[in-house]
């Protein structure tokens, strides 16, 4: 591997997300060599902390990964902690001073990159500084953001003007994590070598898409969170989104970045506008009850959740594209907590014409992405590498992993690289709120008879009915 250099400053070191998702990618990365000598990374949140307390929290949070102590304890020398107060402007100034002399210590080049692993309400803020006190270099600067971006399209808006003052769009990177997903990878990458299958994504020969992001998991301990997002917010106005946007696109003329968004940003121009009444009738929302046996908790017996909480935890829903690829071709998605299983996938139902590309009608090309160790592509139910009706020749999985990427550690080397291909762009955002937004609105109008299915399950009957009404089903039921 190329060794890349950096500092890095984390905001909100000391946090859950630092902790279970950063410092384990970074360290990936530097088992393999991505990092290696010419990095630092400095954490930085309001508690006290010395570095060497930091850096045994790091450690700890990567015991569950490895148990290389020697290589675990190099590593954490390379992380150094700041107390800080988002509001106060000489603690910029001290971390500009930390960070320039670890740019010398390490010799990173100048390269910055800035992590907000902290609530958004302080996105702004810290940017702001980030800019007025001088921490911006001559190498590059580039601000990682987390979602939620904004609740709304006015709040993301807001938001996004205030991180637009002081970085441009080309030095902001907004994760989607499931963008850093190896399926979601390889749905683009096979649509581009493999002509038959690109070919056969459009109406002509497509019944429906669904894309279904299922978990088994409640809400567990995110209930504060949750109760001002719900599913809808949660999952479809970003993780869903994106994965329509990555099957419903069109060819892009290559495969870097503006060339995909490009496309992309077509198909979130050609979200059909919904009215109240459509949002009736194509959008479904749950929220769990107990399991039969009475041993999961309901939703609203959960912490830090209103006991009288009408927040979705369940939503399924028919979205139409006004395209001439996709004219009348539902995408029917669905998400929730509490259901069966863990499983994110795609499932591509051909139509009648199938017949006409050698498959049987009615074939069904699923992507599983999610649970990650069990990625794969199926054909009717099938591996696709066993299934030898299908004419859709898919590339053999690559092998240049020993394990597949991890989504974190994925995207941290695109951000590294300047890469920003795996990344969301404002006006991609801007339409799925704008689309999310009447969803929300509408339901926001009408009191929910919650709760309204069981943990466990599949979510209520509606969302079955949903696509009985066009004569389909979903692919995946339990
Ligand atoms: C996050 C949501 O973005 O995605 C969580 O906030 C959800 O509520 C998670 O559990 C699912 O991600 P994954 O990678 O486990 O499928």
């Known amino acids: 591997a190329t060794e890349k ?20 990618a970074m360290y990936s990365l530097y088992k393999t060599g991505v990092l290696k000598d010419h ?7 309001r508690r006290p902390w010395s570095d060497d307390y930091y850096r045994s929290t790091v450690i700890d949070s990567l015991k569950d990964f ?17 107390s800080h107060d988002v509001n106060d402007s000489d603690h910029y100034i001290a971390l500009k001073k930390l960070a320039s002399k670890l740019d010398d210590q390490f010799d990173t080049g100048h390269n910055r990159v800035y992590y907000m692993a902290i609530a958004p309400r302080f996105f702004g803020t810290v940017a702001e500084h980030i800019n007025s ?6 190498g590059y600067n580039r601000l990682v953001i987390e979602k939620p971006f904004g609740r709304s399209y006015d709040s993301a808006l807001e938001l996004n003007n205030s991180l637009t003052k002081t970085f441009s769009e080309s030095e902001i990177y907004r994760m989607d994590h499931y963008l850093g997903k190896y399926m979601v990878q390889q749905l683009t990458q096979i649509r581009l070598k ?35 997002a719900g599913v809808l917010r949660d999952m479809v106005q970003n993780h869903i989104m994106q994965i329509i946007g990555a099957v419903a696109m069109d060819e892009p003329a290559k495969l870097d970045s503006e060339s995909i968004h490009e496309v992309k940003r077509d198909v979130f121009d050609s979200l059909q506008d919904l009215t109240p009444e459509e949002v009736d009738q194509n959008f479904v929302r749950g929220q769990y009850d107990e399991d039969i046996t009475g041993s999961k908790k309901a939703y609203r017996d959960e912490d830090n959740v209103d006991p009288k909480s009408n927040i979705e935890t369940f939503v399924a829903g028919k979205i139409l594209l006004d395209s001439e690829r996709w004219e009348n071709v539902p995408f029917y998605v669905r998400s929730g907590k509490r259901m069966p299983a863990k499983s994110s996938r795609i499932d591509i139902v051909y139509n009648d014409s199938a017949t006409e590309l050698g498959l049987n009608p009615n074939t069904t090309v699923t992507f599983l992405i999610e649970p990650e160790n069990g990625s794969s592509i199926l054909v009717n139910g099938i591996d696709y590498q066993e299934s030898n009706q299908s004419l859709i020749k898919f590339p053999e999985k690559p092998n240049y992993f020993d394990h597949e990427r991890e989504a974190y550690e994925s995207l941290m080397i695109d951000i590294l690289d300047g890469n920003k291909i795996h990344f969301t762009l404002w006006d991609e955002l801007q339409n799925a709120w704008k689309y999310v937004d009447v969803i929300r609105n509408q339901w926001d109008n009408e009191t929910p ?22 004569g389909n089903s979903w692919t995946w039921d339990d």
Do not use: C, W
């Open 5 to 24: 250099s950096a500092v890095f400053i984390i905001f909100g070191g000391s946090g859950d997300l630092a902790h279970r998702k950063l410092y384990p």
């Open 39 to 45: 990095f630092a990374v400095i954490g930085t949140a």
């Open 66 to 82: 490895d148990n290389d102590e020697k290589a675990m304890e190099d590593f954490s020398k390379h992380f150094f902690y700041q």
């Open 133 to 138: 006190e001088g921490l911006k270099t001559d």
């Open 194 to 228: 493999n002509k038959q299958f690109e070919k056969s994504l459009n109406k002509k020969y497509i019944s429906n898409i669904q894309v279904t992001l299922s978990e088994s998991l409640g809400v567990e301990d995110r209930g504060g969170y949750y109760e001002t």
């Open 449 to 470: 008879d919650f709760p309204n299915y069981m943990s466990n399950t599949m979510g209520p009957d509606a969302a079955s009915e949903l696509l009985e009404r066009d």
